[in-house]
């Protein structure tokens, strides 16, 4: 196990509905990330949060948006859900030290939570 | 902008196979990969990181190989078995950016 735990497991809402996941992250990483899966797909980088700031984004709407907390959980909400907004998000923790500019560690994946839009 | 390709998308082995999955990367300019297992409607399993200083990472029968200046990696599973069935994930950040872009991934099934 990473250490990294979303909530809910499984969700079903239907369109136009607004949902708010979460991610409590390792103990001791400052950086959170949400990825949007599809079926059959790989992973798709929706943004990016390190010590509470945005820190970079995907291409996906501003009905996507993110919060990071103090104690480095976070939460993905979206708005206005679509059909096509059901998919398995995942949330990633990591520790950045950013001392080279660059992104050198691993990033730890939680399970998941699967979104079924009607 | 970065892709990233994973071929074959499907694998079927015997049990004991030892097997080569592939991961390729059209902008070289990256500072690390990642290979990722996931089980079927699970989260990712981080196998291995390779910095892109380094030419290969080994763990147990998980062997990464870096090629940065052709744009590949592989993996290398040696003596396969049917605990290893799952799909295979690739990733790479571009540039100095924390987030990672993934491969299609590989689905694998080892035959008992």
């Known amino acids: 196990e990473t250490g990294v735990t979303q909530s809910p497991t499984h969700l079903i809402k239907t369109r136009g509905q607004q949902v708010t996941l979460r991610c409590s992250s390792q103990s001791g990483h400052n950086t959170v990330s949400w990825y949007q899966q599809a079926l059959g797909q790989g992973p798709q980088f929706i943004f990016q949060?390190?010590?509470?700031?945005?820190?970079g984004r995907g291409n996906f709407p501003p009905r996507f948006s993110g919060l990071q907390f103090p104690n480095y959980s976070s939460e993905l909400n979206v708005n206005a859900l679509e059909l096509d907004d059901s998919a398995l998000y995942l949330c990633a923790s990591s520790l950045e030290i950013w001392t080279s500019g660059a992104s050198t560690d691993t990033q730890y994946f939680g399970p998941g939570t699967r979104l079924t839009v009607l | 902008k970065q892709e990233v390709t994973q071929i074959p998308a499907a694998l079927s082995v015997p049990e004991g196979e030892n097997l080569v999955l592939n991961c390729s990367f059209t902008d070289s300019a990256i500072y690390n990969l990642q290979w990722f297992r996931q089980d079927p409607g699970k989260g990712l399993t981080s196998l291995l990181l390779?910095?892109?200083?380094?030419r290969e990472q080994t763990s147990g029968r998980l062997n990464a190989s870096l090629d940065k200046s052709s744009g590949r990696s592989t993996l290398y599973i040696a003596a396969s078995q049917p605990g290893d069935s799952a799909t295979y994930l690739c990733?790479?950040?571009?540039?100095?950016?924390?987030?990672?872009?993934f491969g299609q991934g590989t689905t694998l099934q080892v035959k008992p």
């Open positions: 390779i910095q892109s200083s380094q």
């Open positions: 949060y390190y010590r509470e700031e945005e820190n």
């Open positions: 990733a790479v950040p571009p540039g100095n950016t924390g987030k990672l872009i």
